[in-house]
């Protein structure tokens, strides 16, 4: 009896910490690190859900996340691999109305390698922007972390999709 107790706690045990929401903060391509980060809370059957913690960079509200396990081939661009893609609702929740505007995600299924705070290897996160209109106006890309970003280190920092800017680029 013992041991079927054993078993059956073990499994709860178990099932509980891959039931947790995973965390992954970004660093651009030049180590700097932003303020809000991604946290998956559904991972199952190919699919992915979450949201884009943007209360961390002094936002009123966080933008959900939904997407798919996704491989992106390495055409030219500086991110690449197997992974996750994601839609971000960040710039509707960063000015608390519809804007049109849409940033895509797609973010590696490995963490970037650090050592001293300094970056080595490939991209870990590649984000694009476009708008309602079919017009592209950039992207973004860096590095990836497991974990929230430093508490005290990003609060006056930019989220990873920056501002709209001023001149759409097609």
Same mark, same amino acid.
């Given at each position: 009896?013992?041991?079927?107790?054993?078993?059956?706690?073990?499994?709860?045990?178990?099932?509980?910490? #891959?039931?947790?929401?995973?965390? #992954?903060?970004? #660093?651009?391509?030049?180590? @700097?690190?932003?303020? !809000? @980060?991604?946290?998956?809370? @559904?991972?199952?059957?190919?699919?992915?859900?979450?949201? &884009?913690? =943007?209360?961390?960079?002094?936002?009123?509200? +966080?933008? %959900?996340?939904?997407?798919?396990?996704?491989?992106?081939? +390495?055409?030219?661009? %500086?991110?690449?691999?197997?992974?996750?893609?994601?839609?971000?609702?960040?710039? &509707?929740?960063?000015? !608390?109305?519809?804007?049109?505007?849409? /940033?895509? =995600? /797609?973010?590696?299924?490995?963490?970037?390698?650090?050592?001293?705070?300094?970056?080595?290897?490939?991209?870990? /996160?590649?984000?694009?922007?476009?708008?309602?209109?079919?017009?592209?106006?950039?992207?973004?890309?860096?590095?990836?972390?497991?974990?929230?970003?430093?508490?005290?280190?990003?609060? !006056?920092?930019? +989220?990873?999709?920056?501002?709209? %800017?001023?001149?759409?680029?097609?």
């Amino acid at each position: 009896m013992k041991l079927k107790t054993l078993a059956l706690i073990t499994l709860v045990t178990l099932g509980c910490s #891959f039931a947790s929401a995973q965390t #992954f903060s970004f #660093f651009d391509a030049n180590g @700097y690190e932003f303020c !809000d @980060y991604i946290v998956i809370t @559904y991972n199952s059957g190919g699919v992915v859900a979450g949201y &884009d913690d =943007l209360e961390a960079c002094g936002l009123d509200y +966080n933008a %959900p996340i939904v997407g798919f396990d996704a491989t992106t081939a +390495n055409d030219g661009q %500086p991110a690449y691999g197997k992974g996750i893609v994601v839609g971000d609702g960040i710039f &509707d929740a960063e000015y !608390d109305e519809y804007t049109g505007e849409q /940033w895509t =995600l /797609w973010l590696s299924g490995k963490a970037s390698k650090e050592k001293n705070g300094h970056f080595s290897g490939r991209y870990g /996160w590649m984000g694009v922007a476009g708008s309602y209109s079919g017009t592209y106006f950039g992207d973004n890309y860096g590095y990836l972390i497991a974990g929230p970003p430093s508490e005290n280190e990003v609060a !006056d920092h930019v +989220n990873i999709a920056g501002k709209l %800017p001023n001149k759409l680029r097609k």
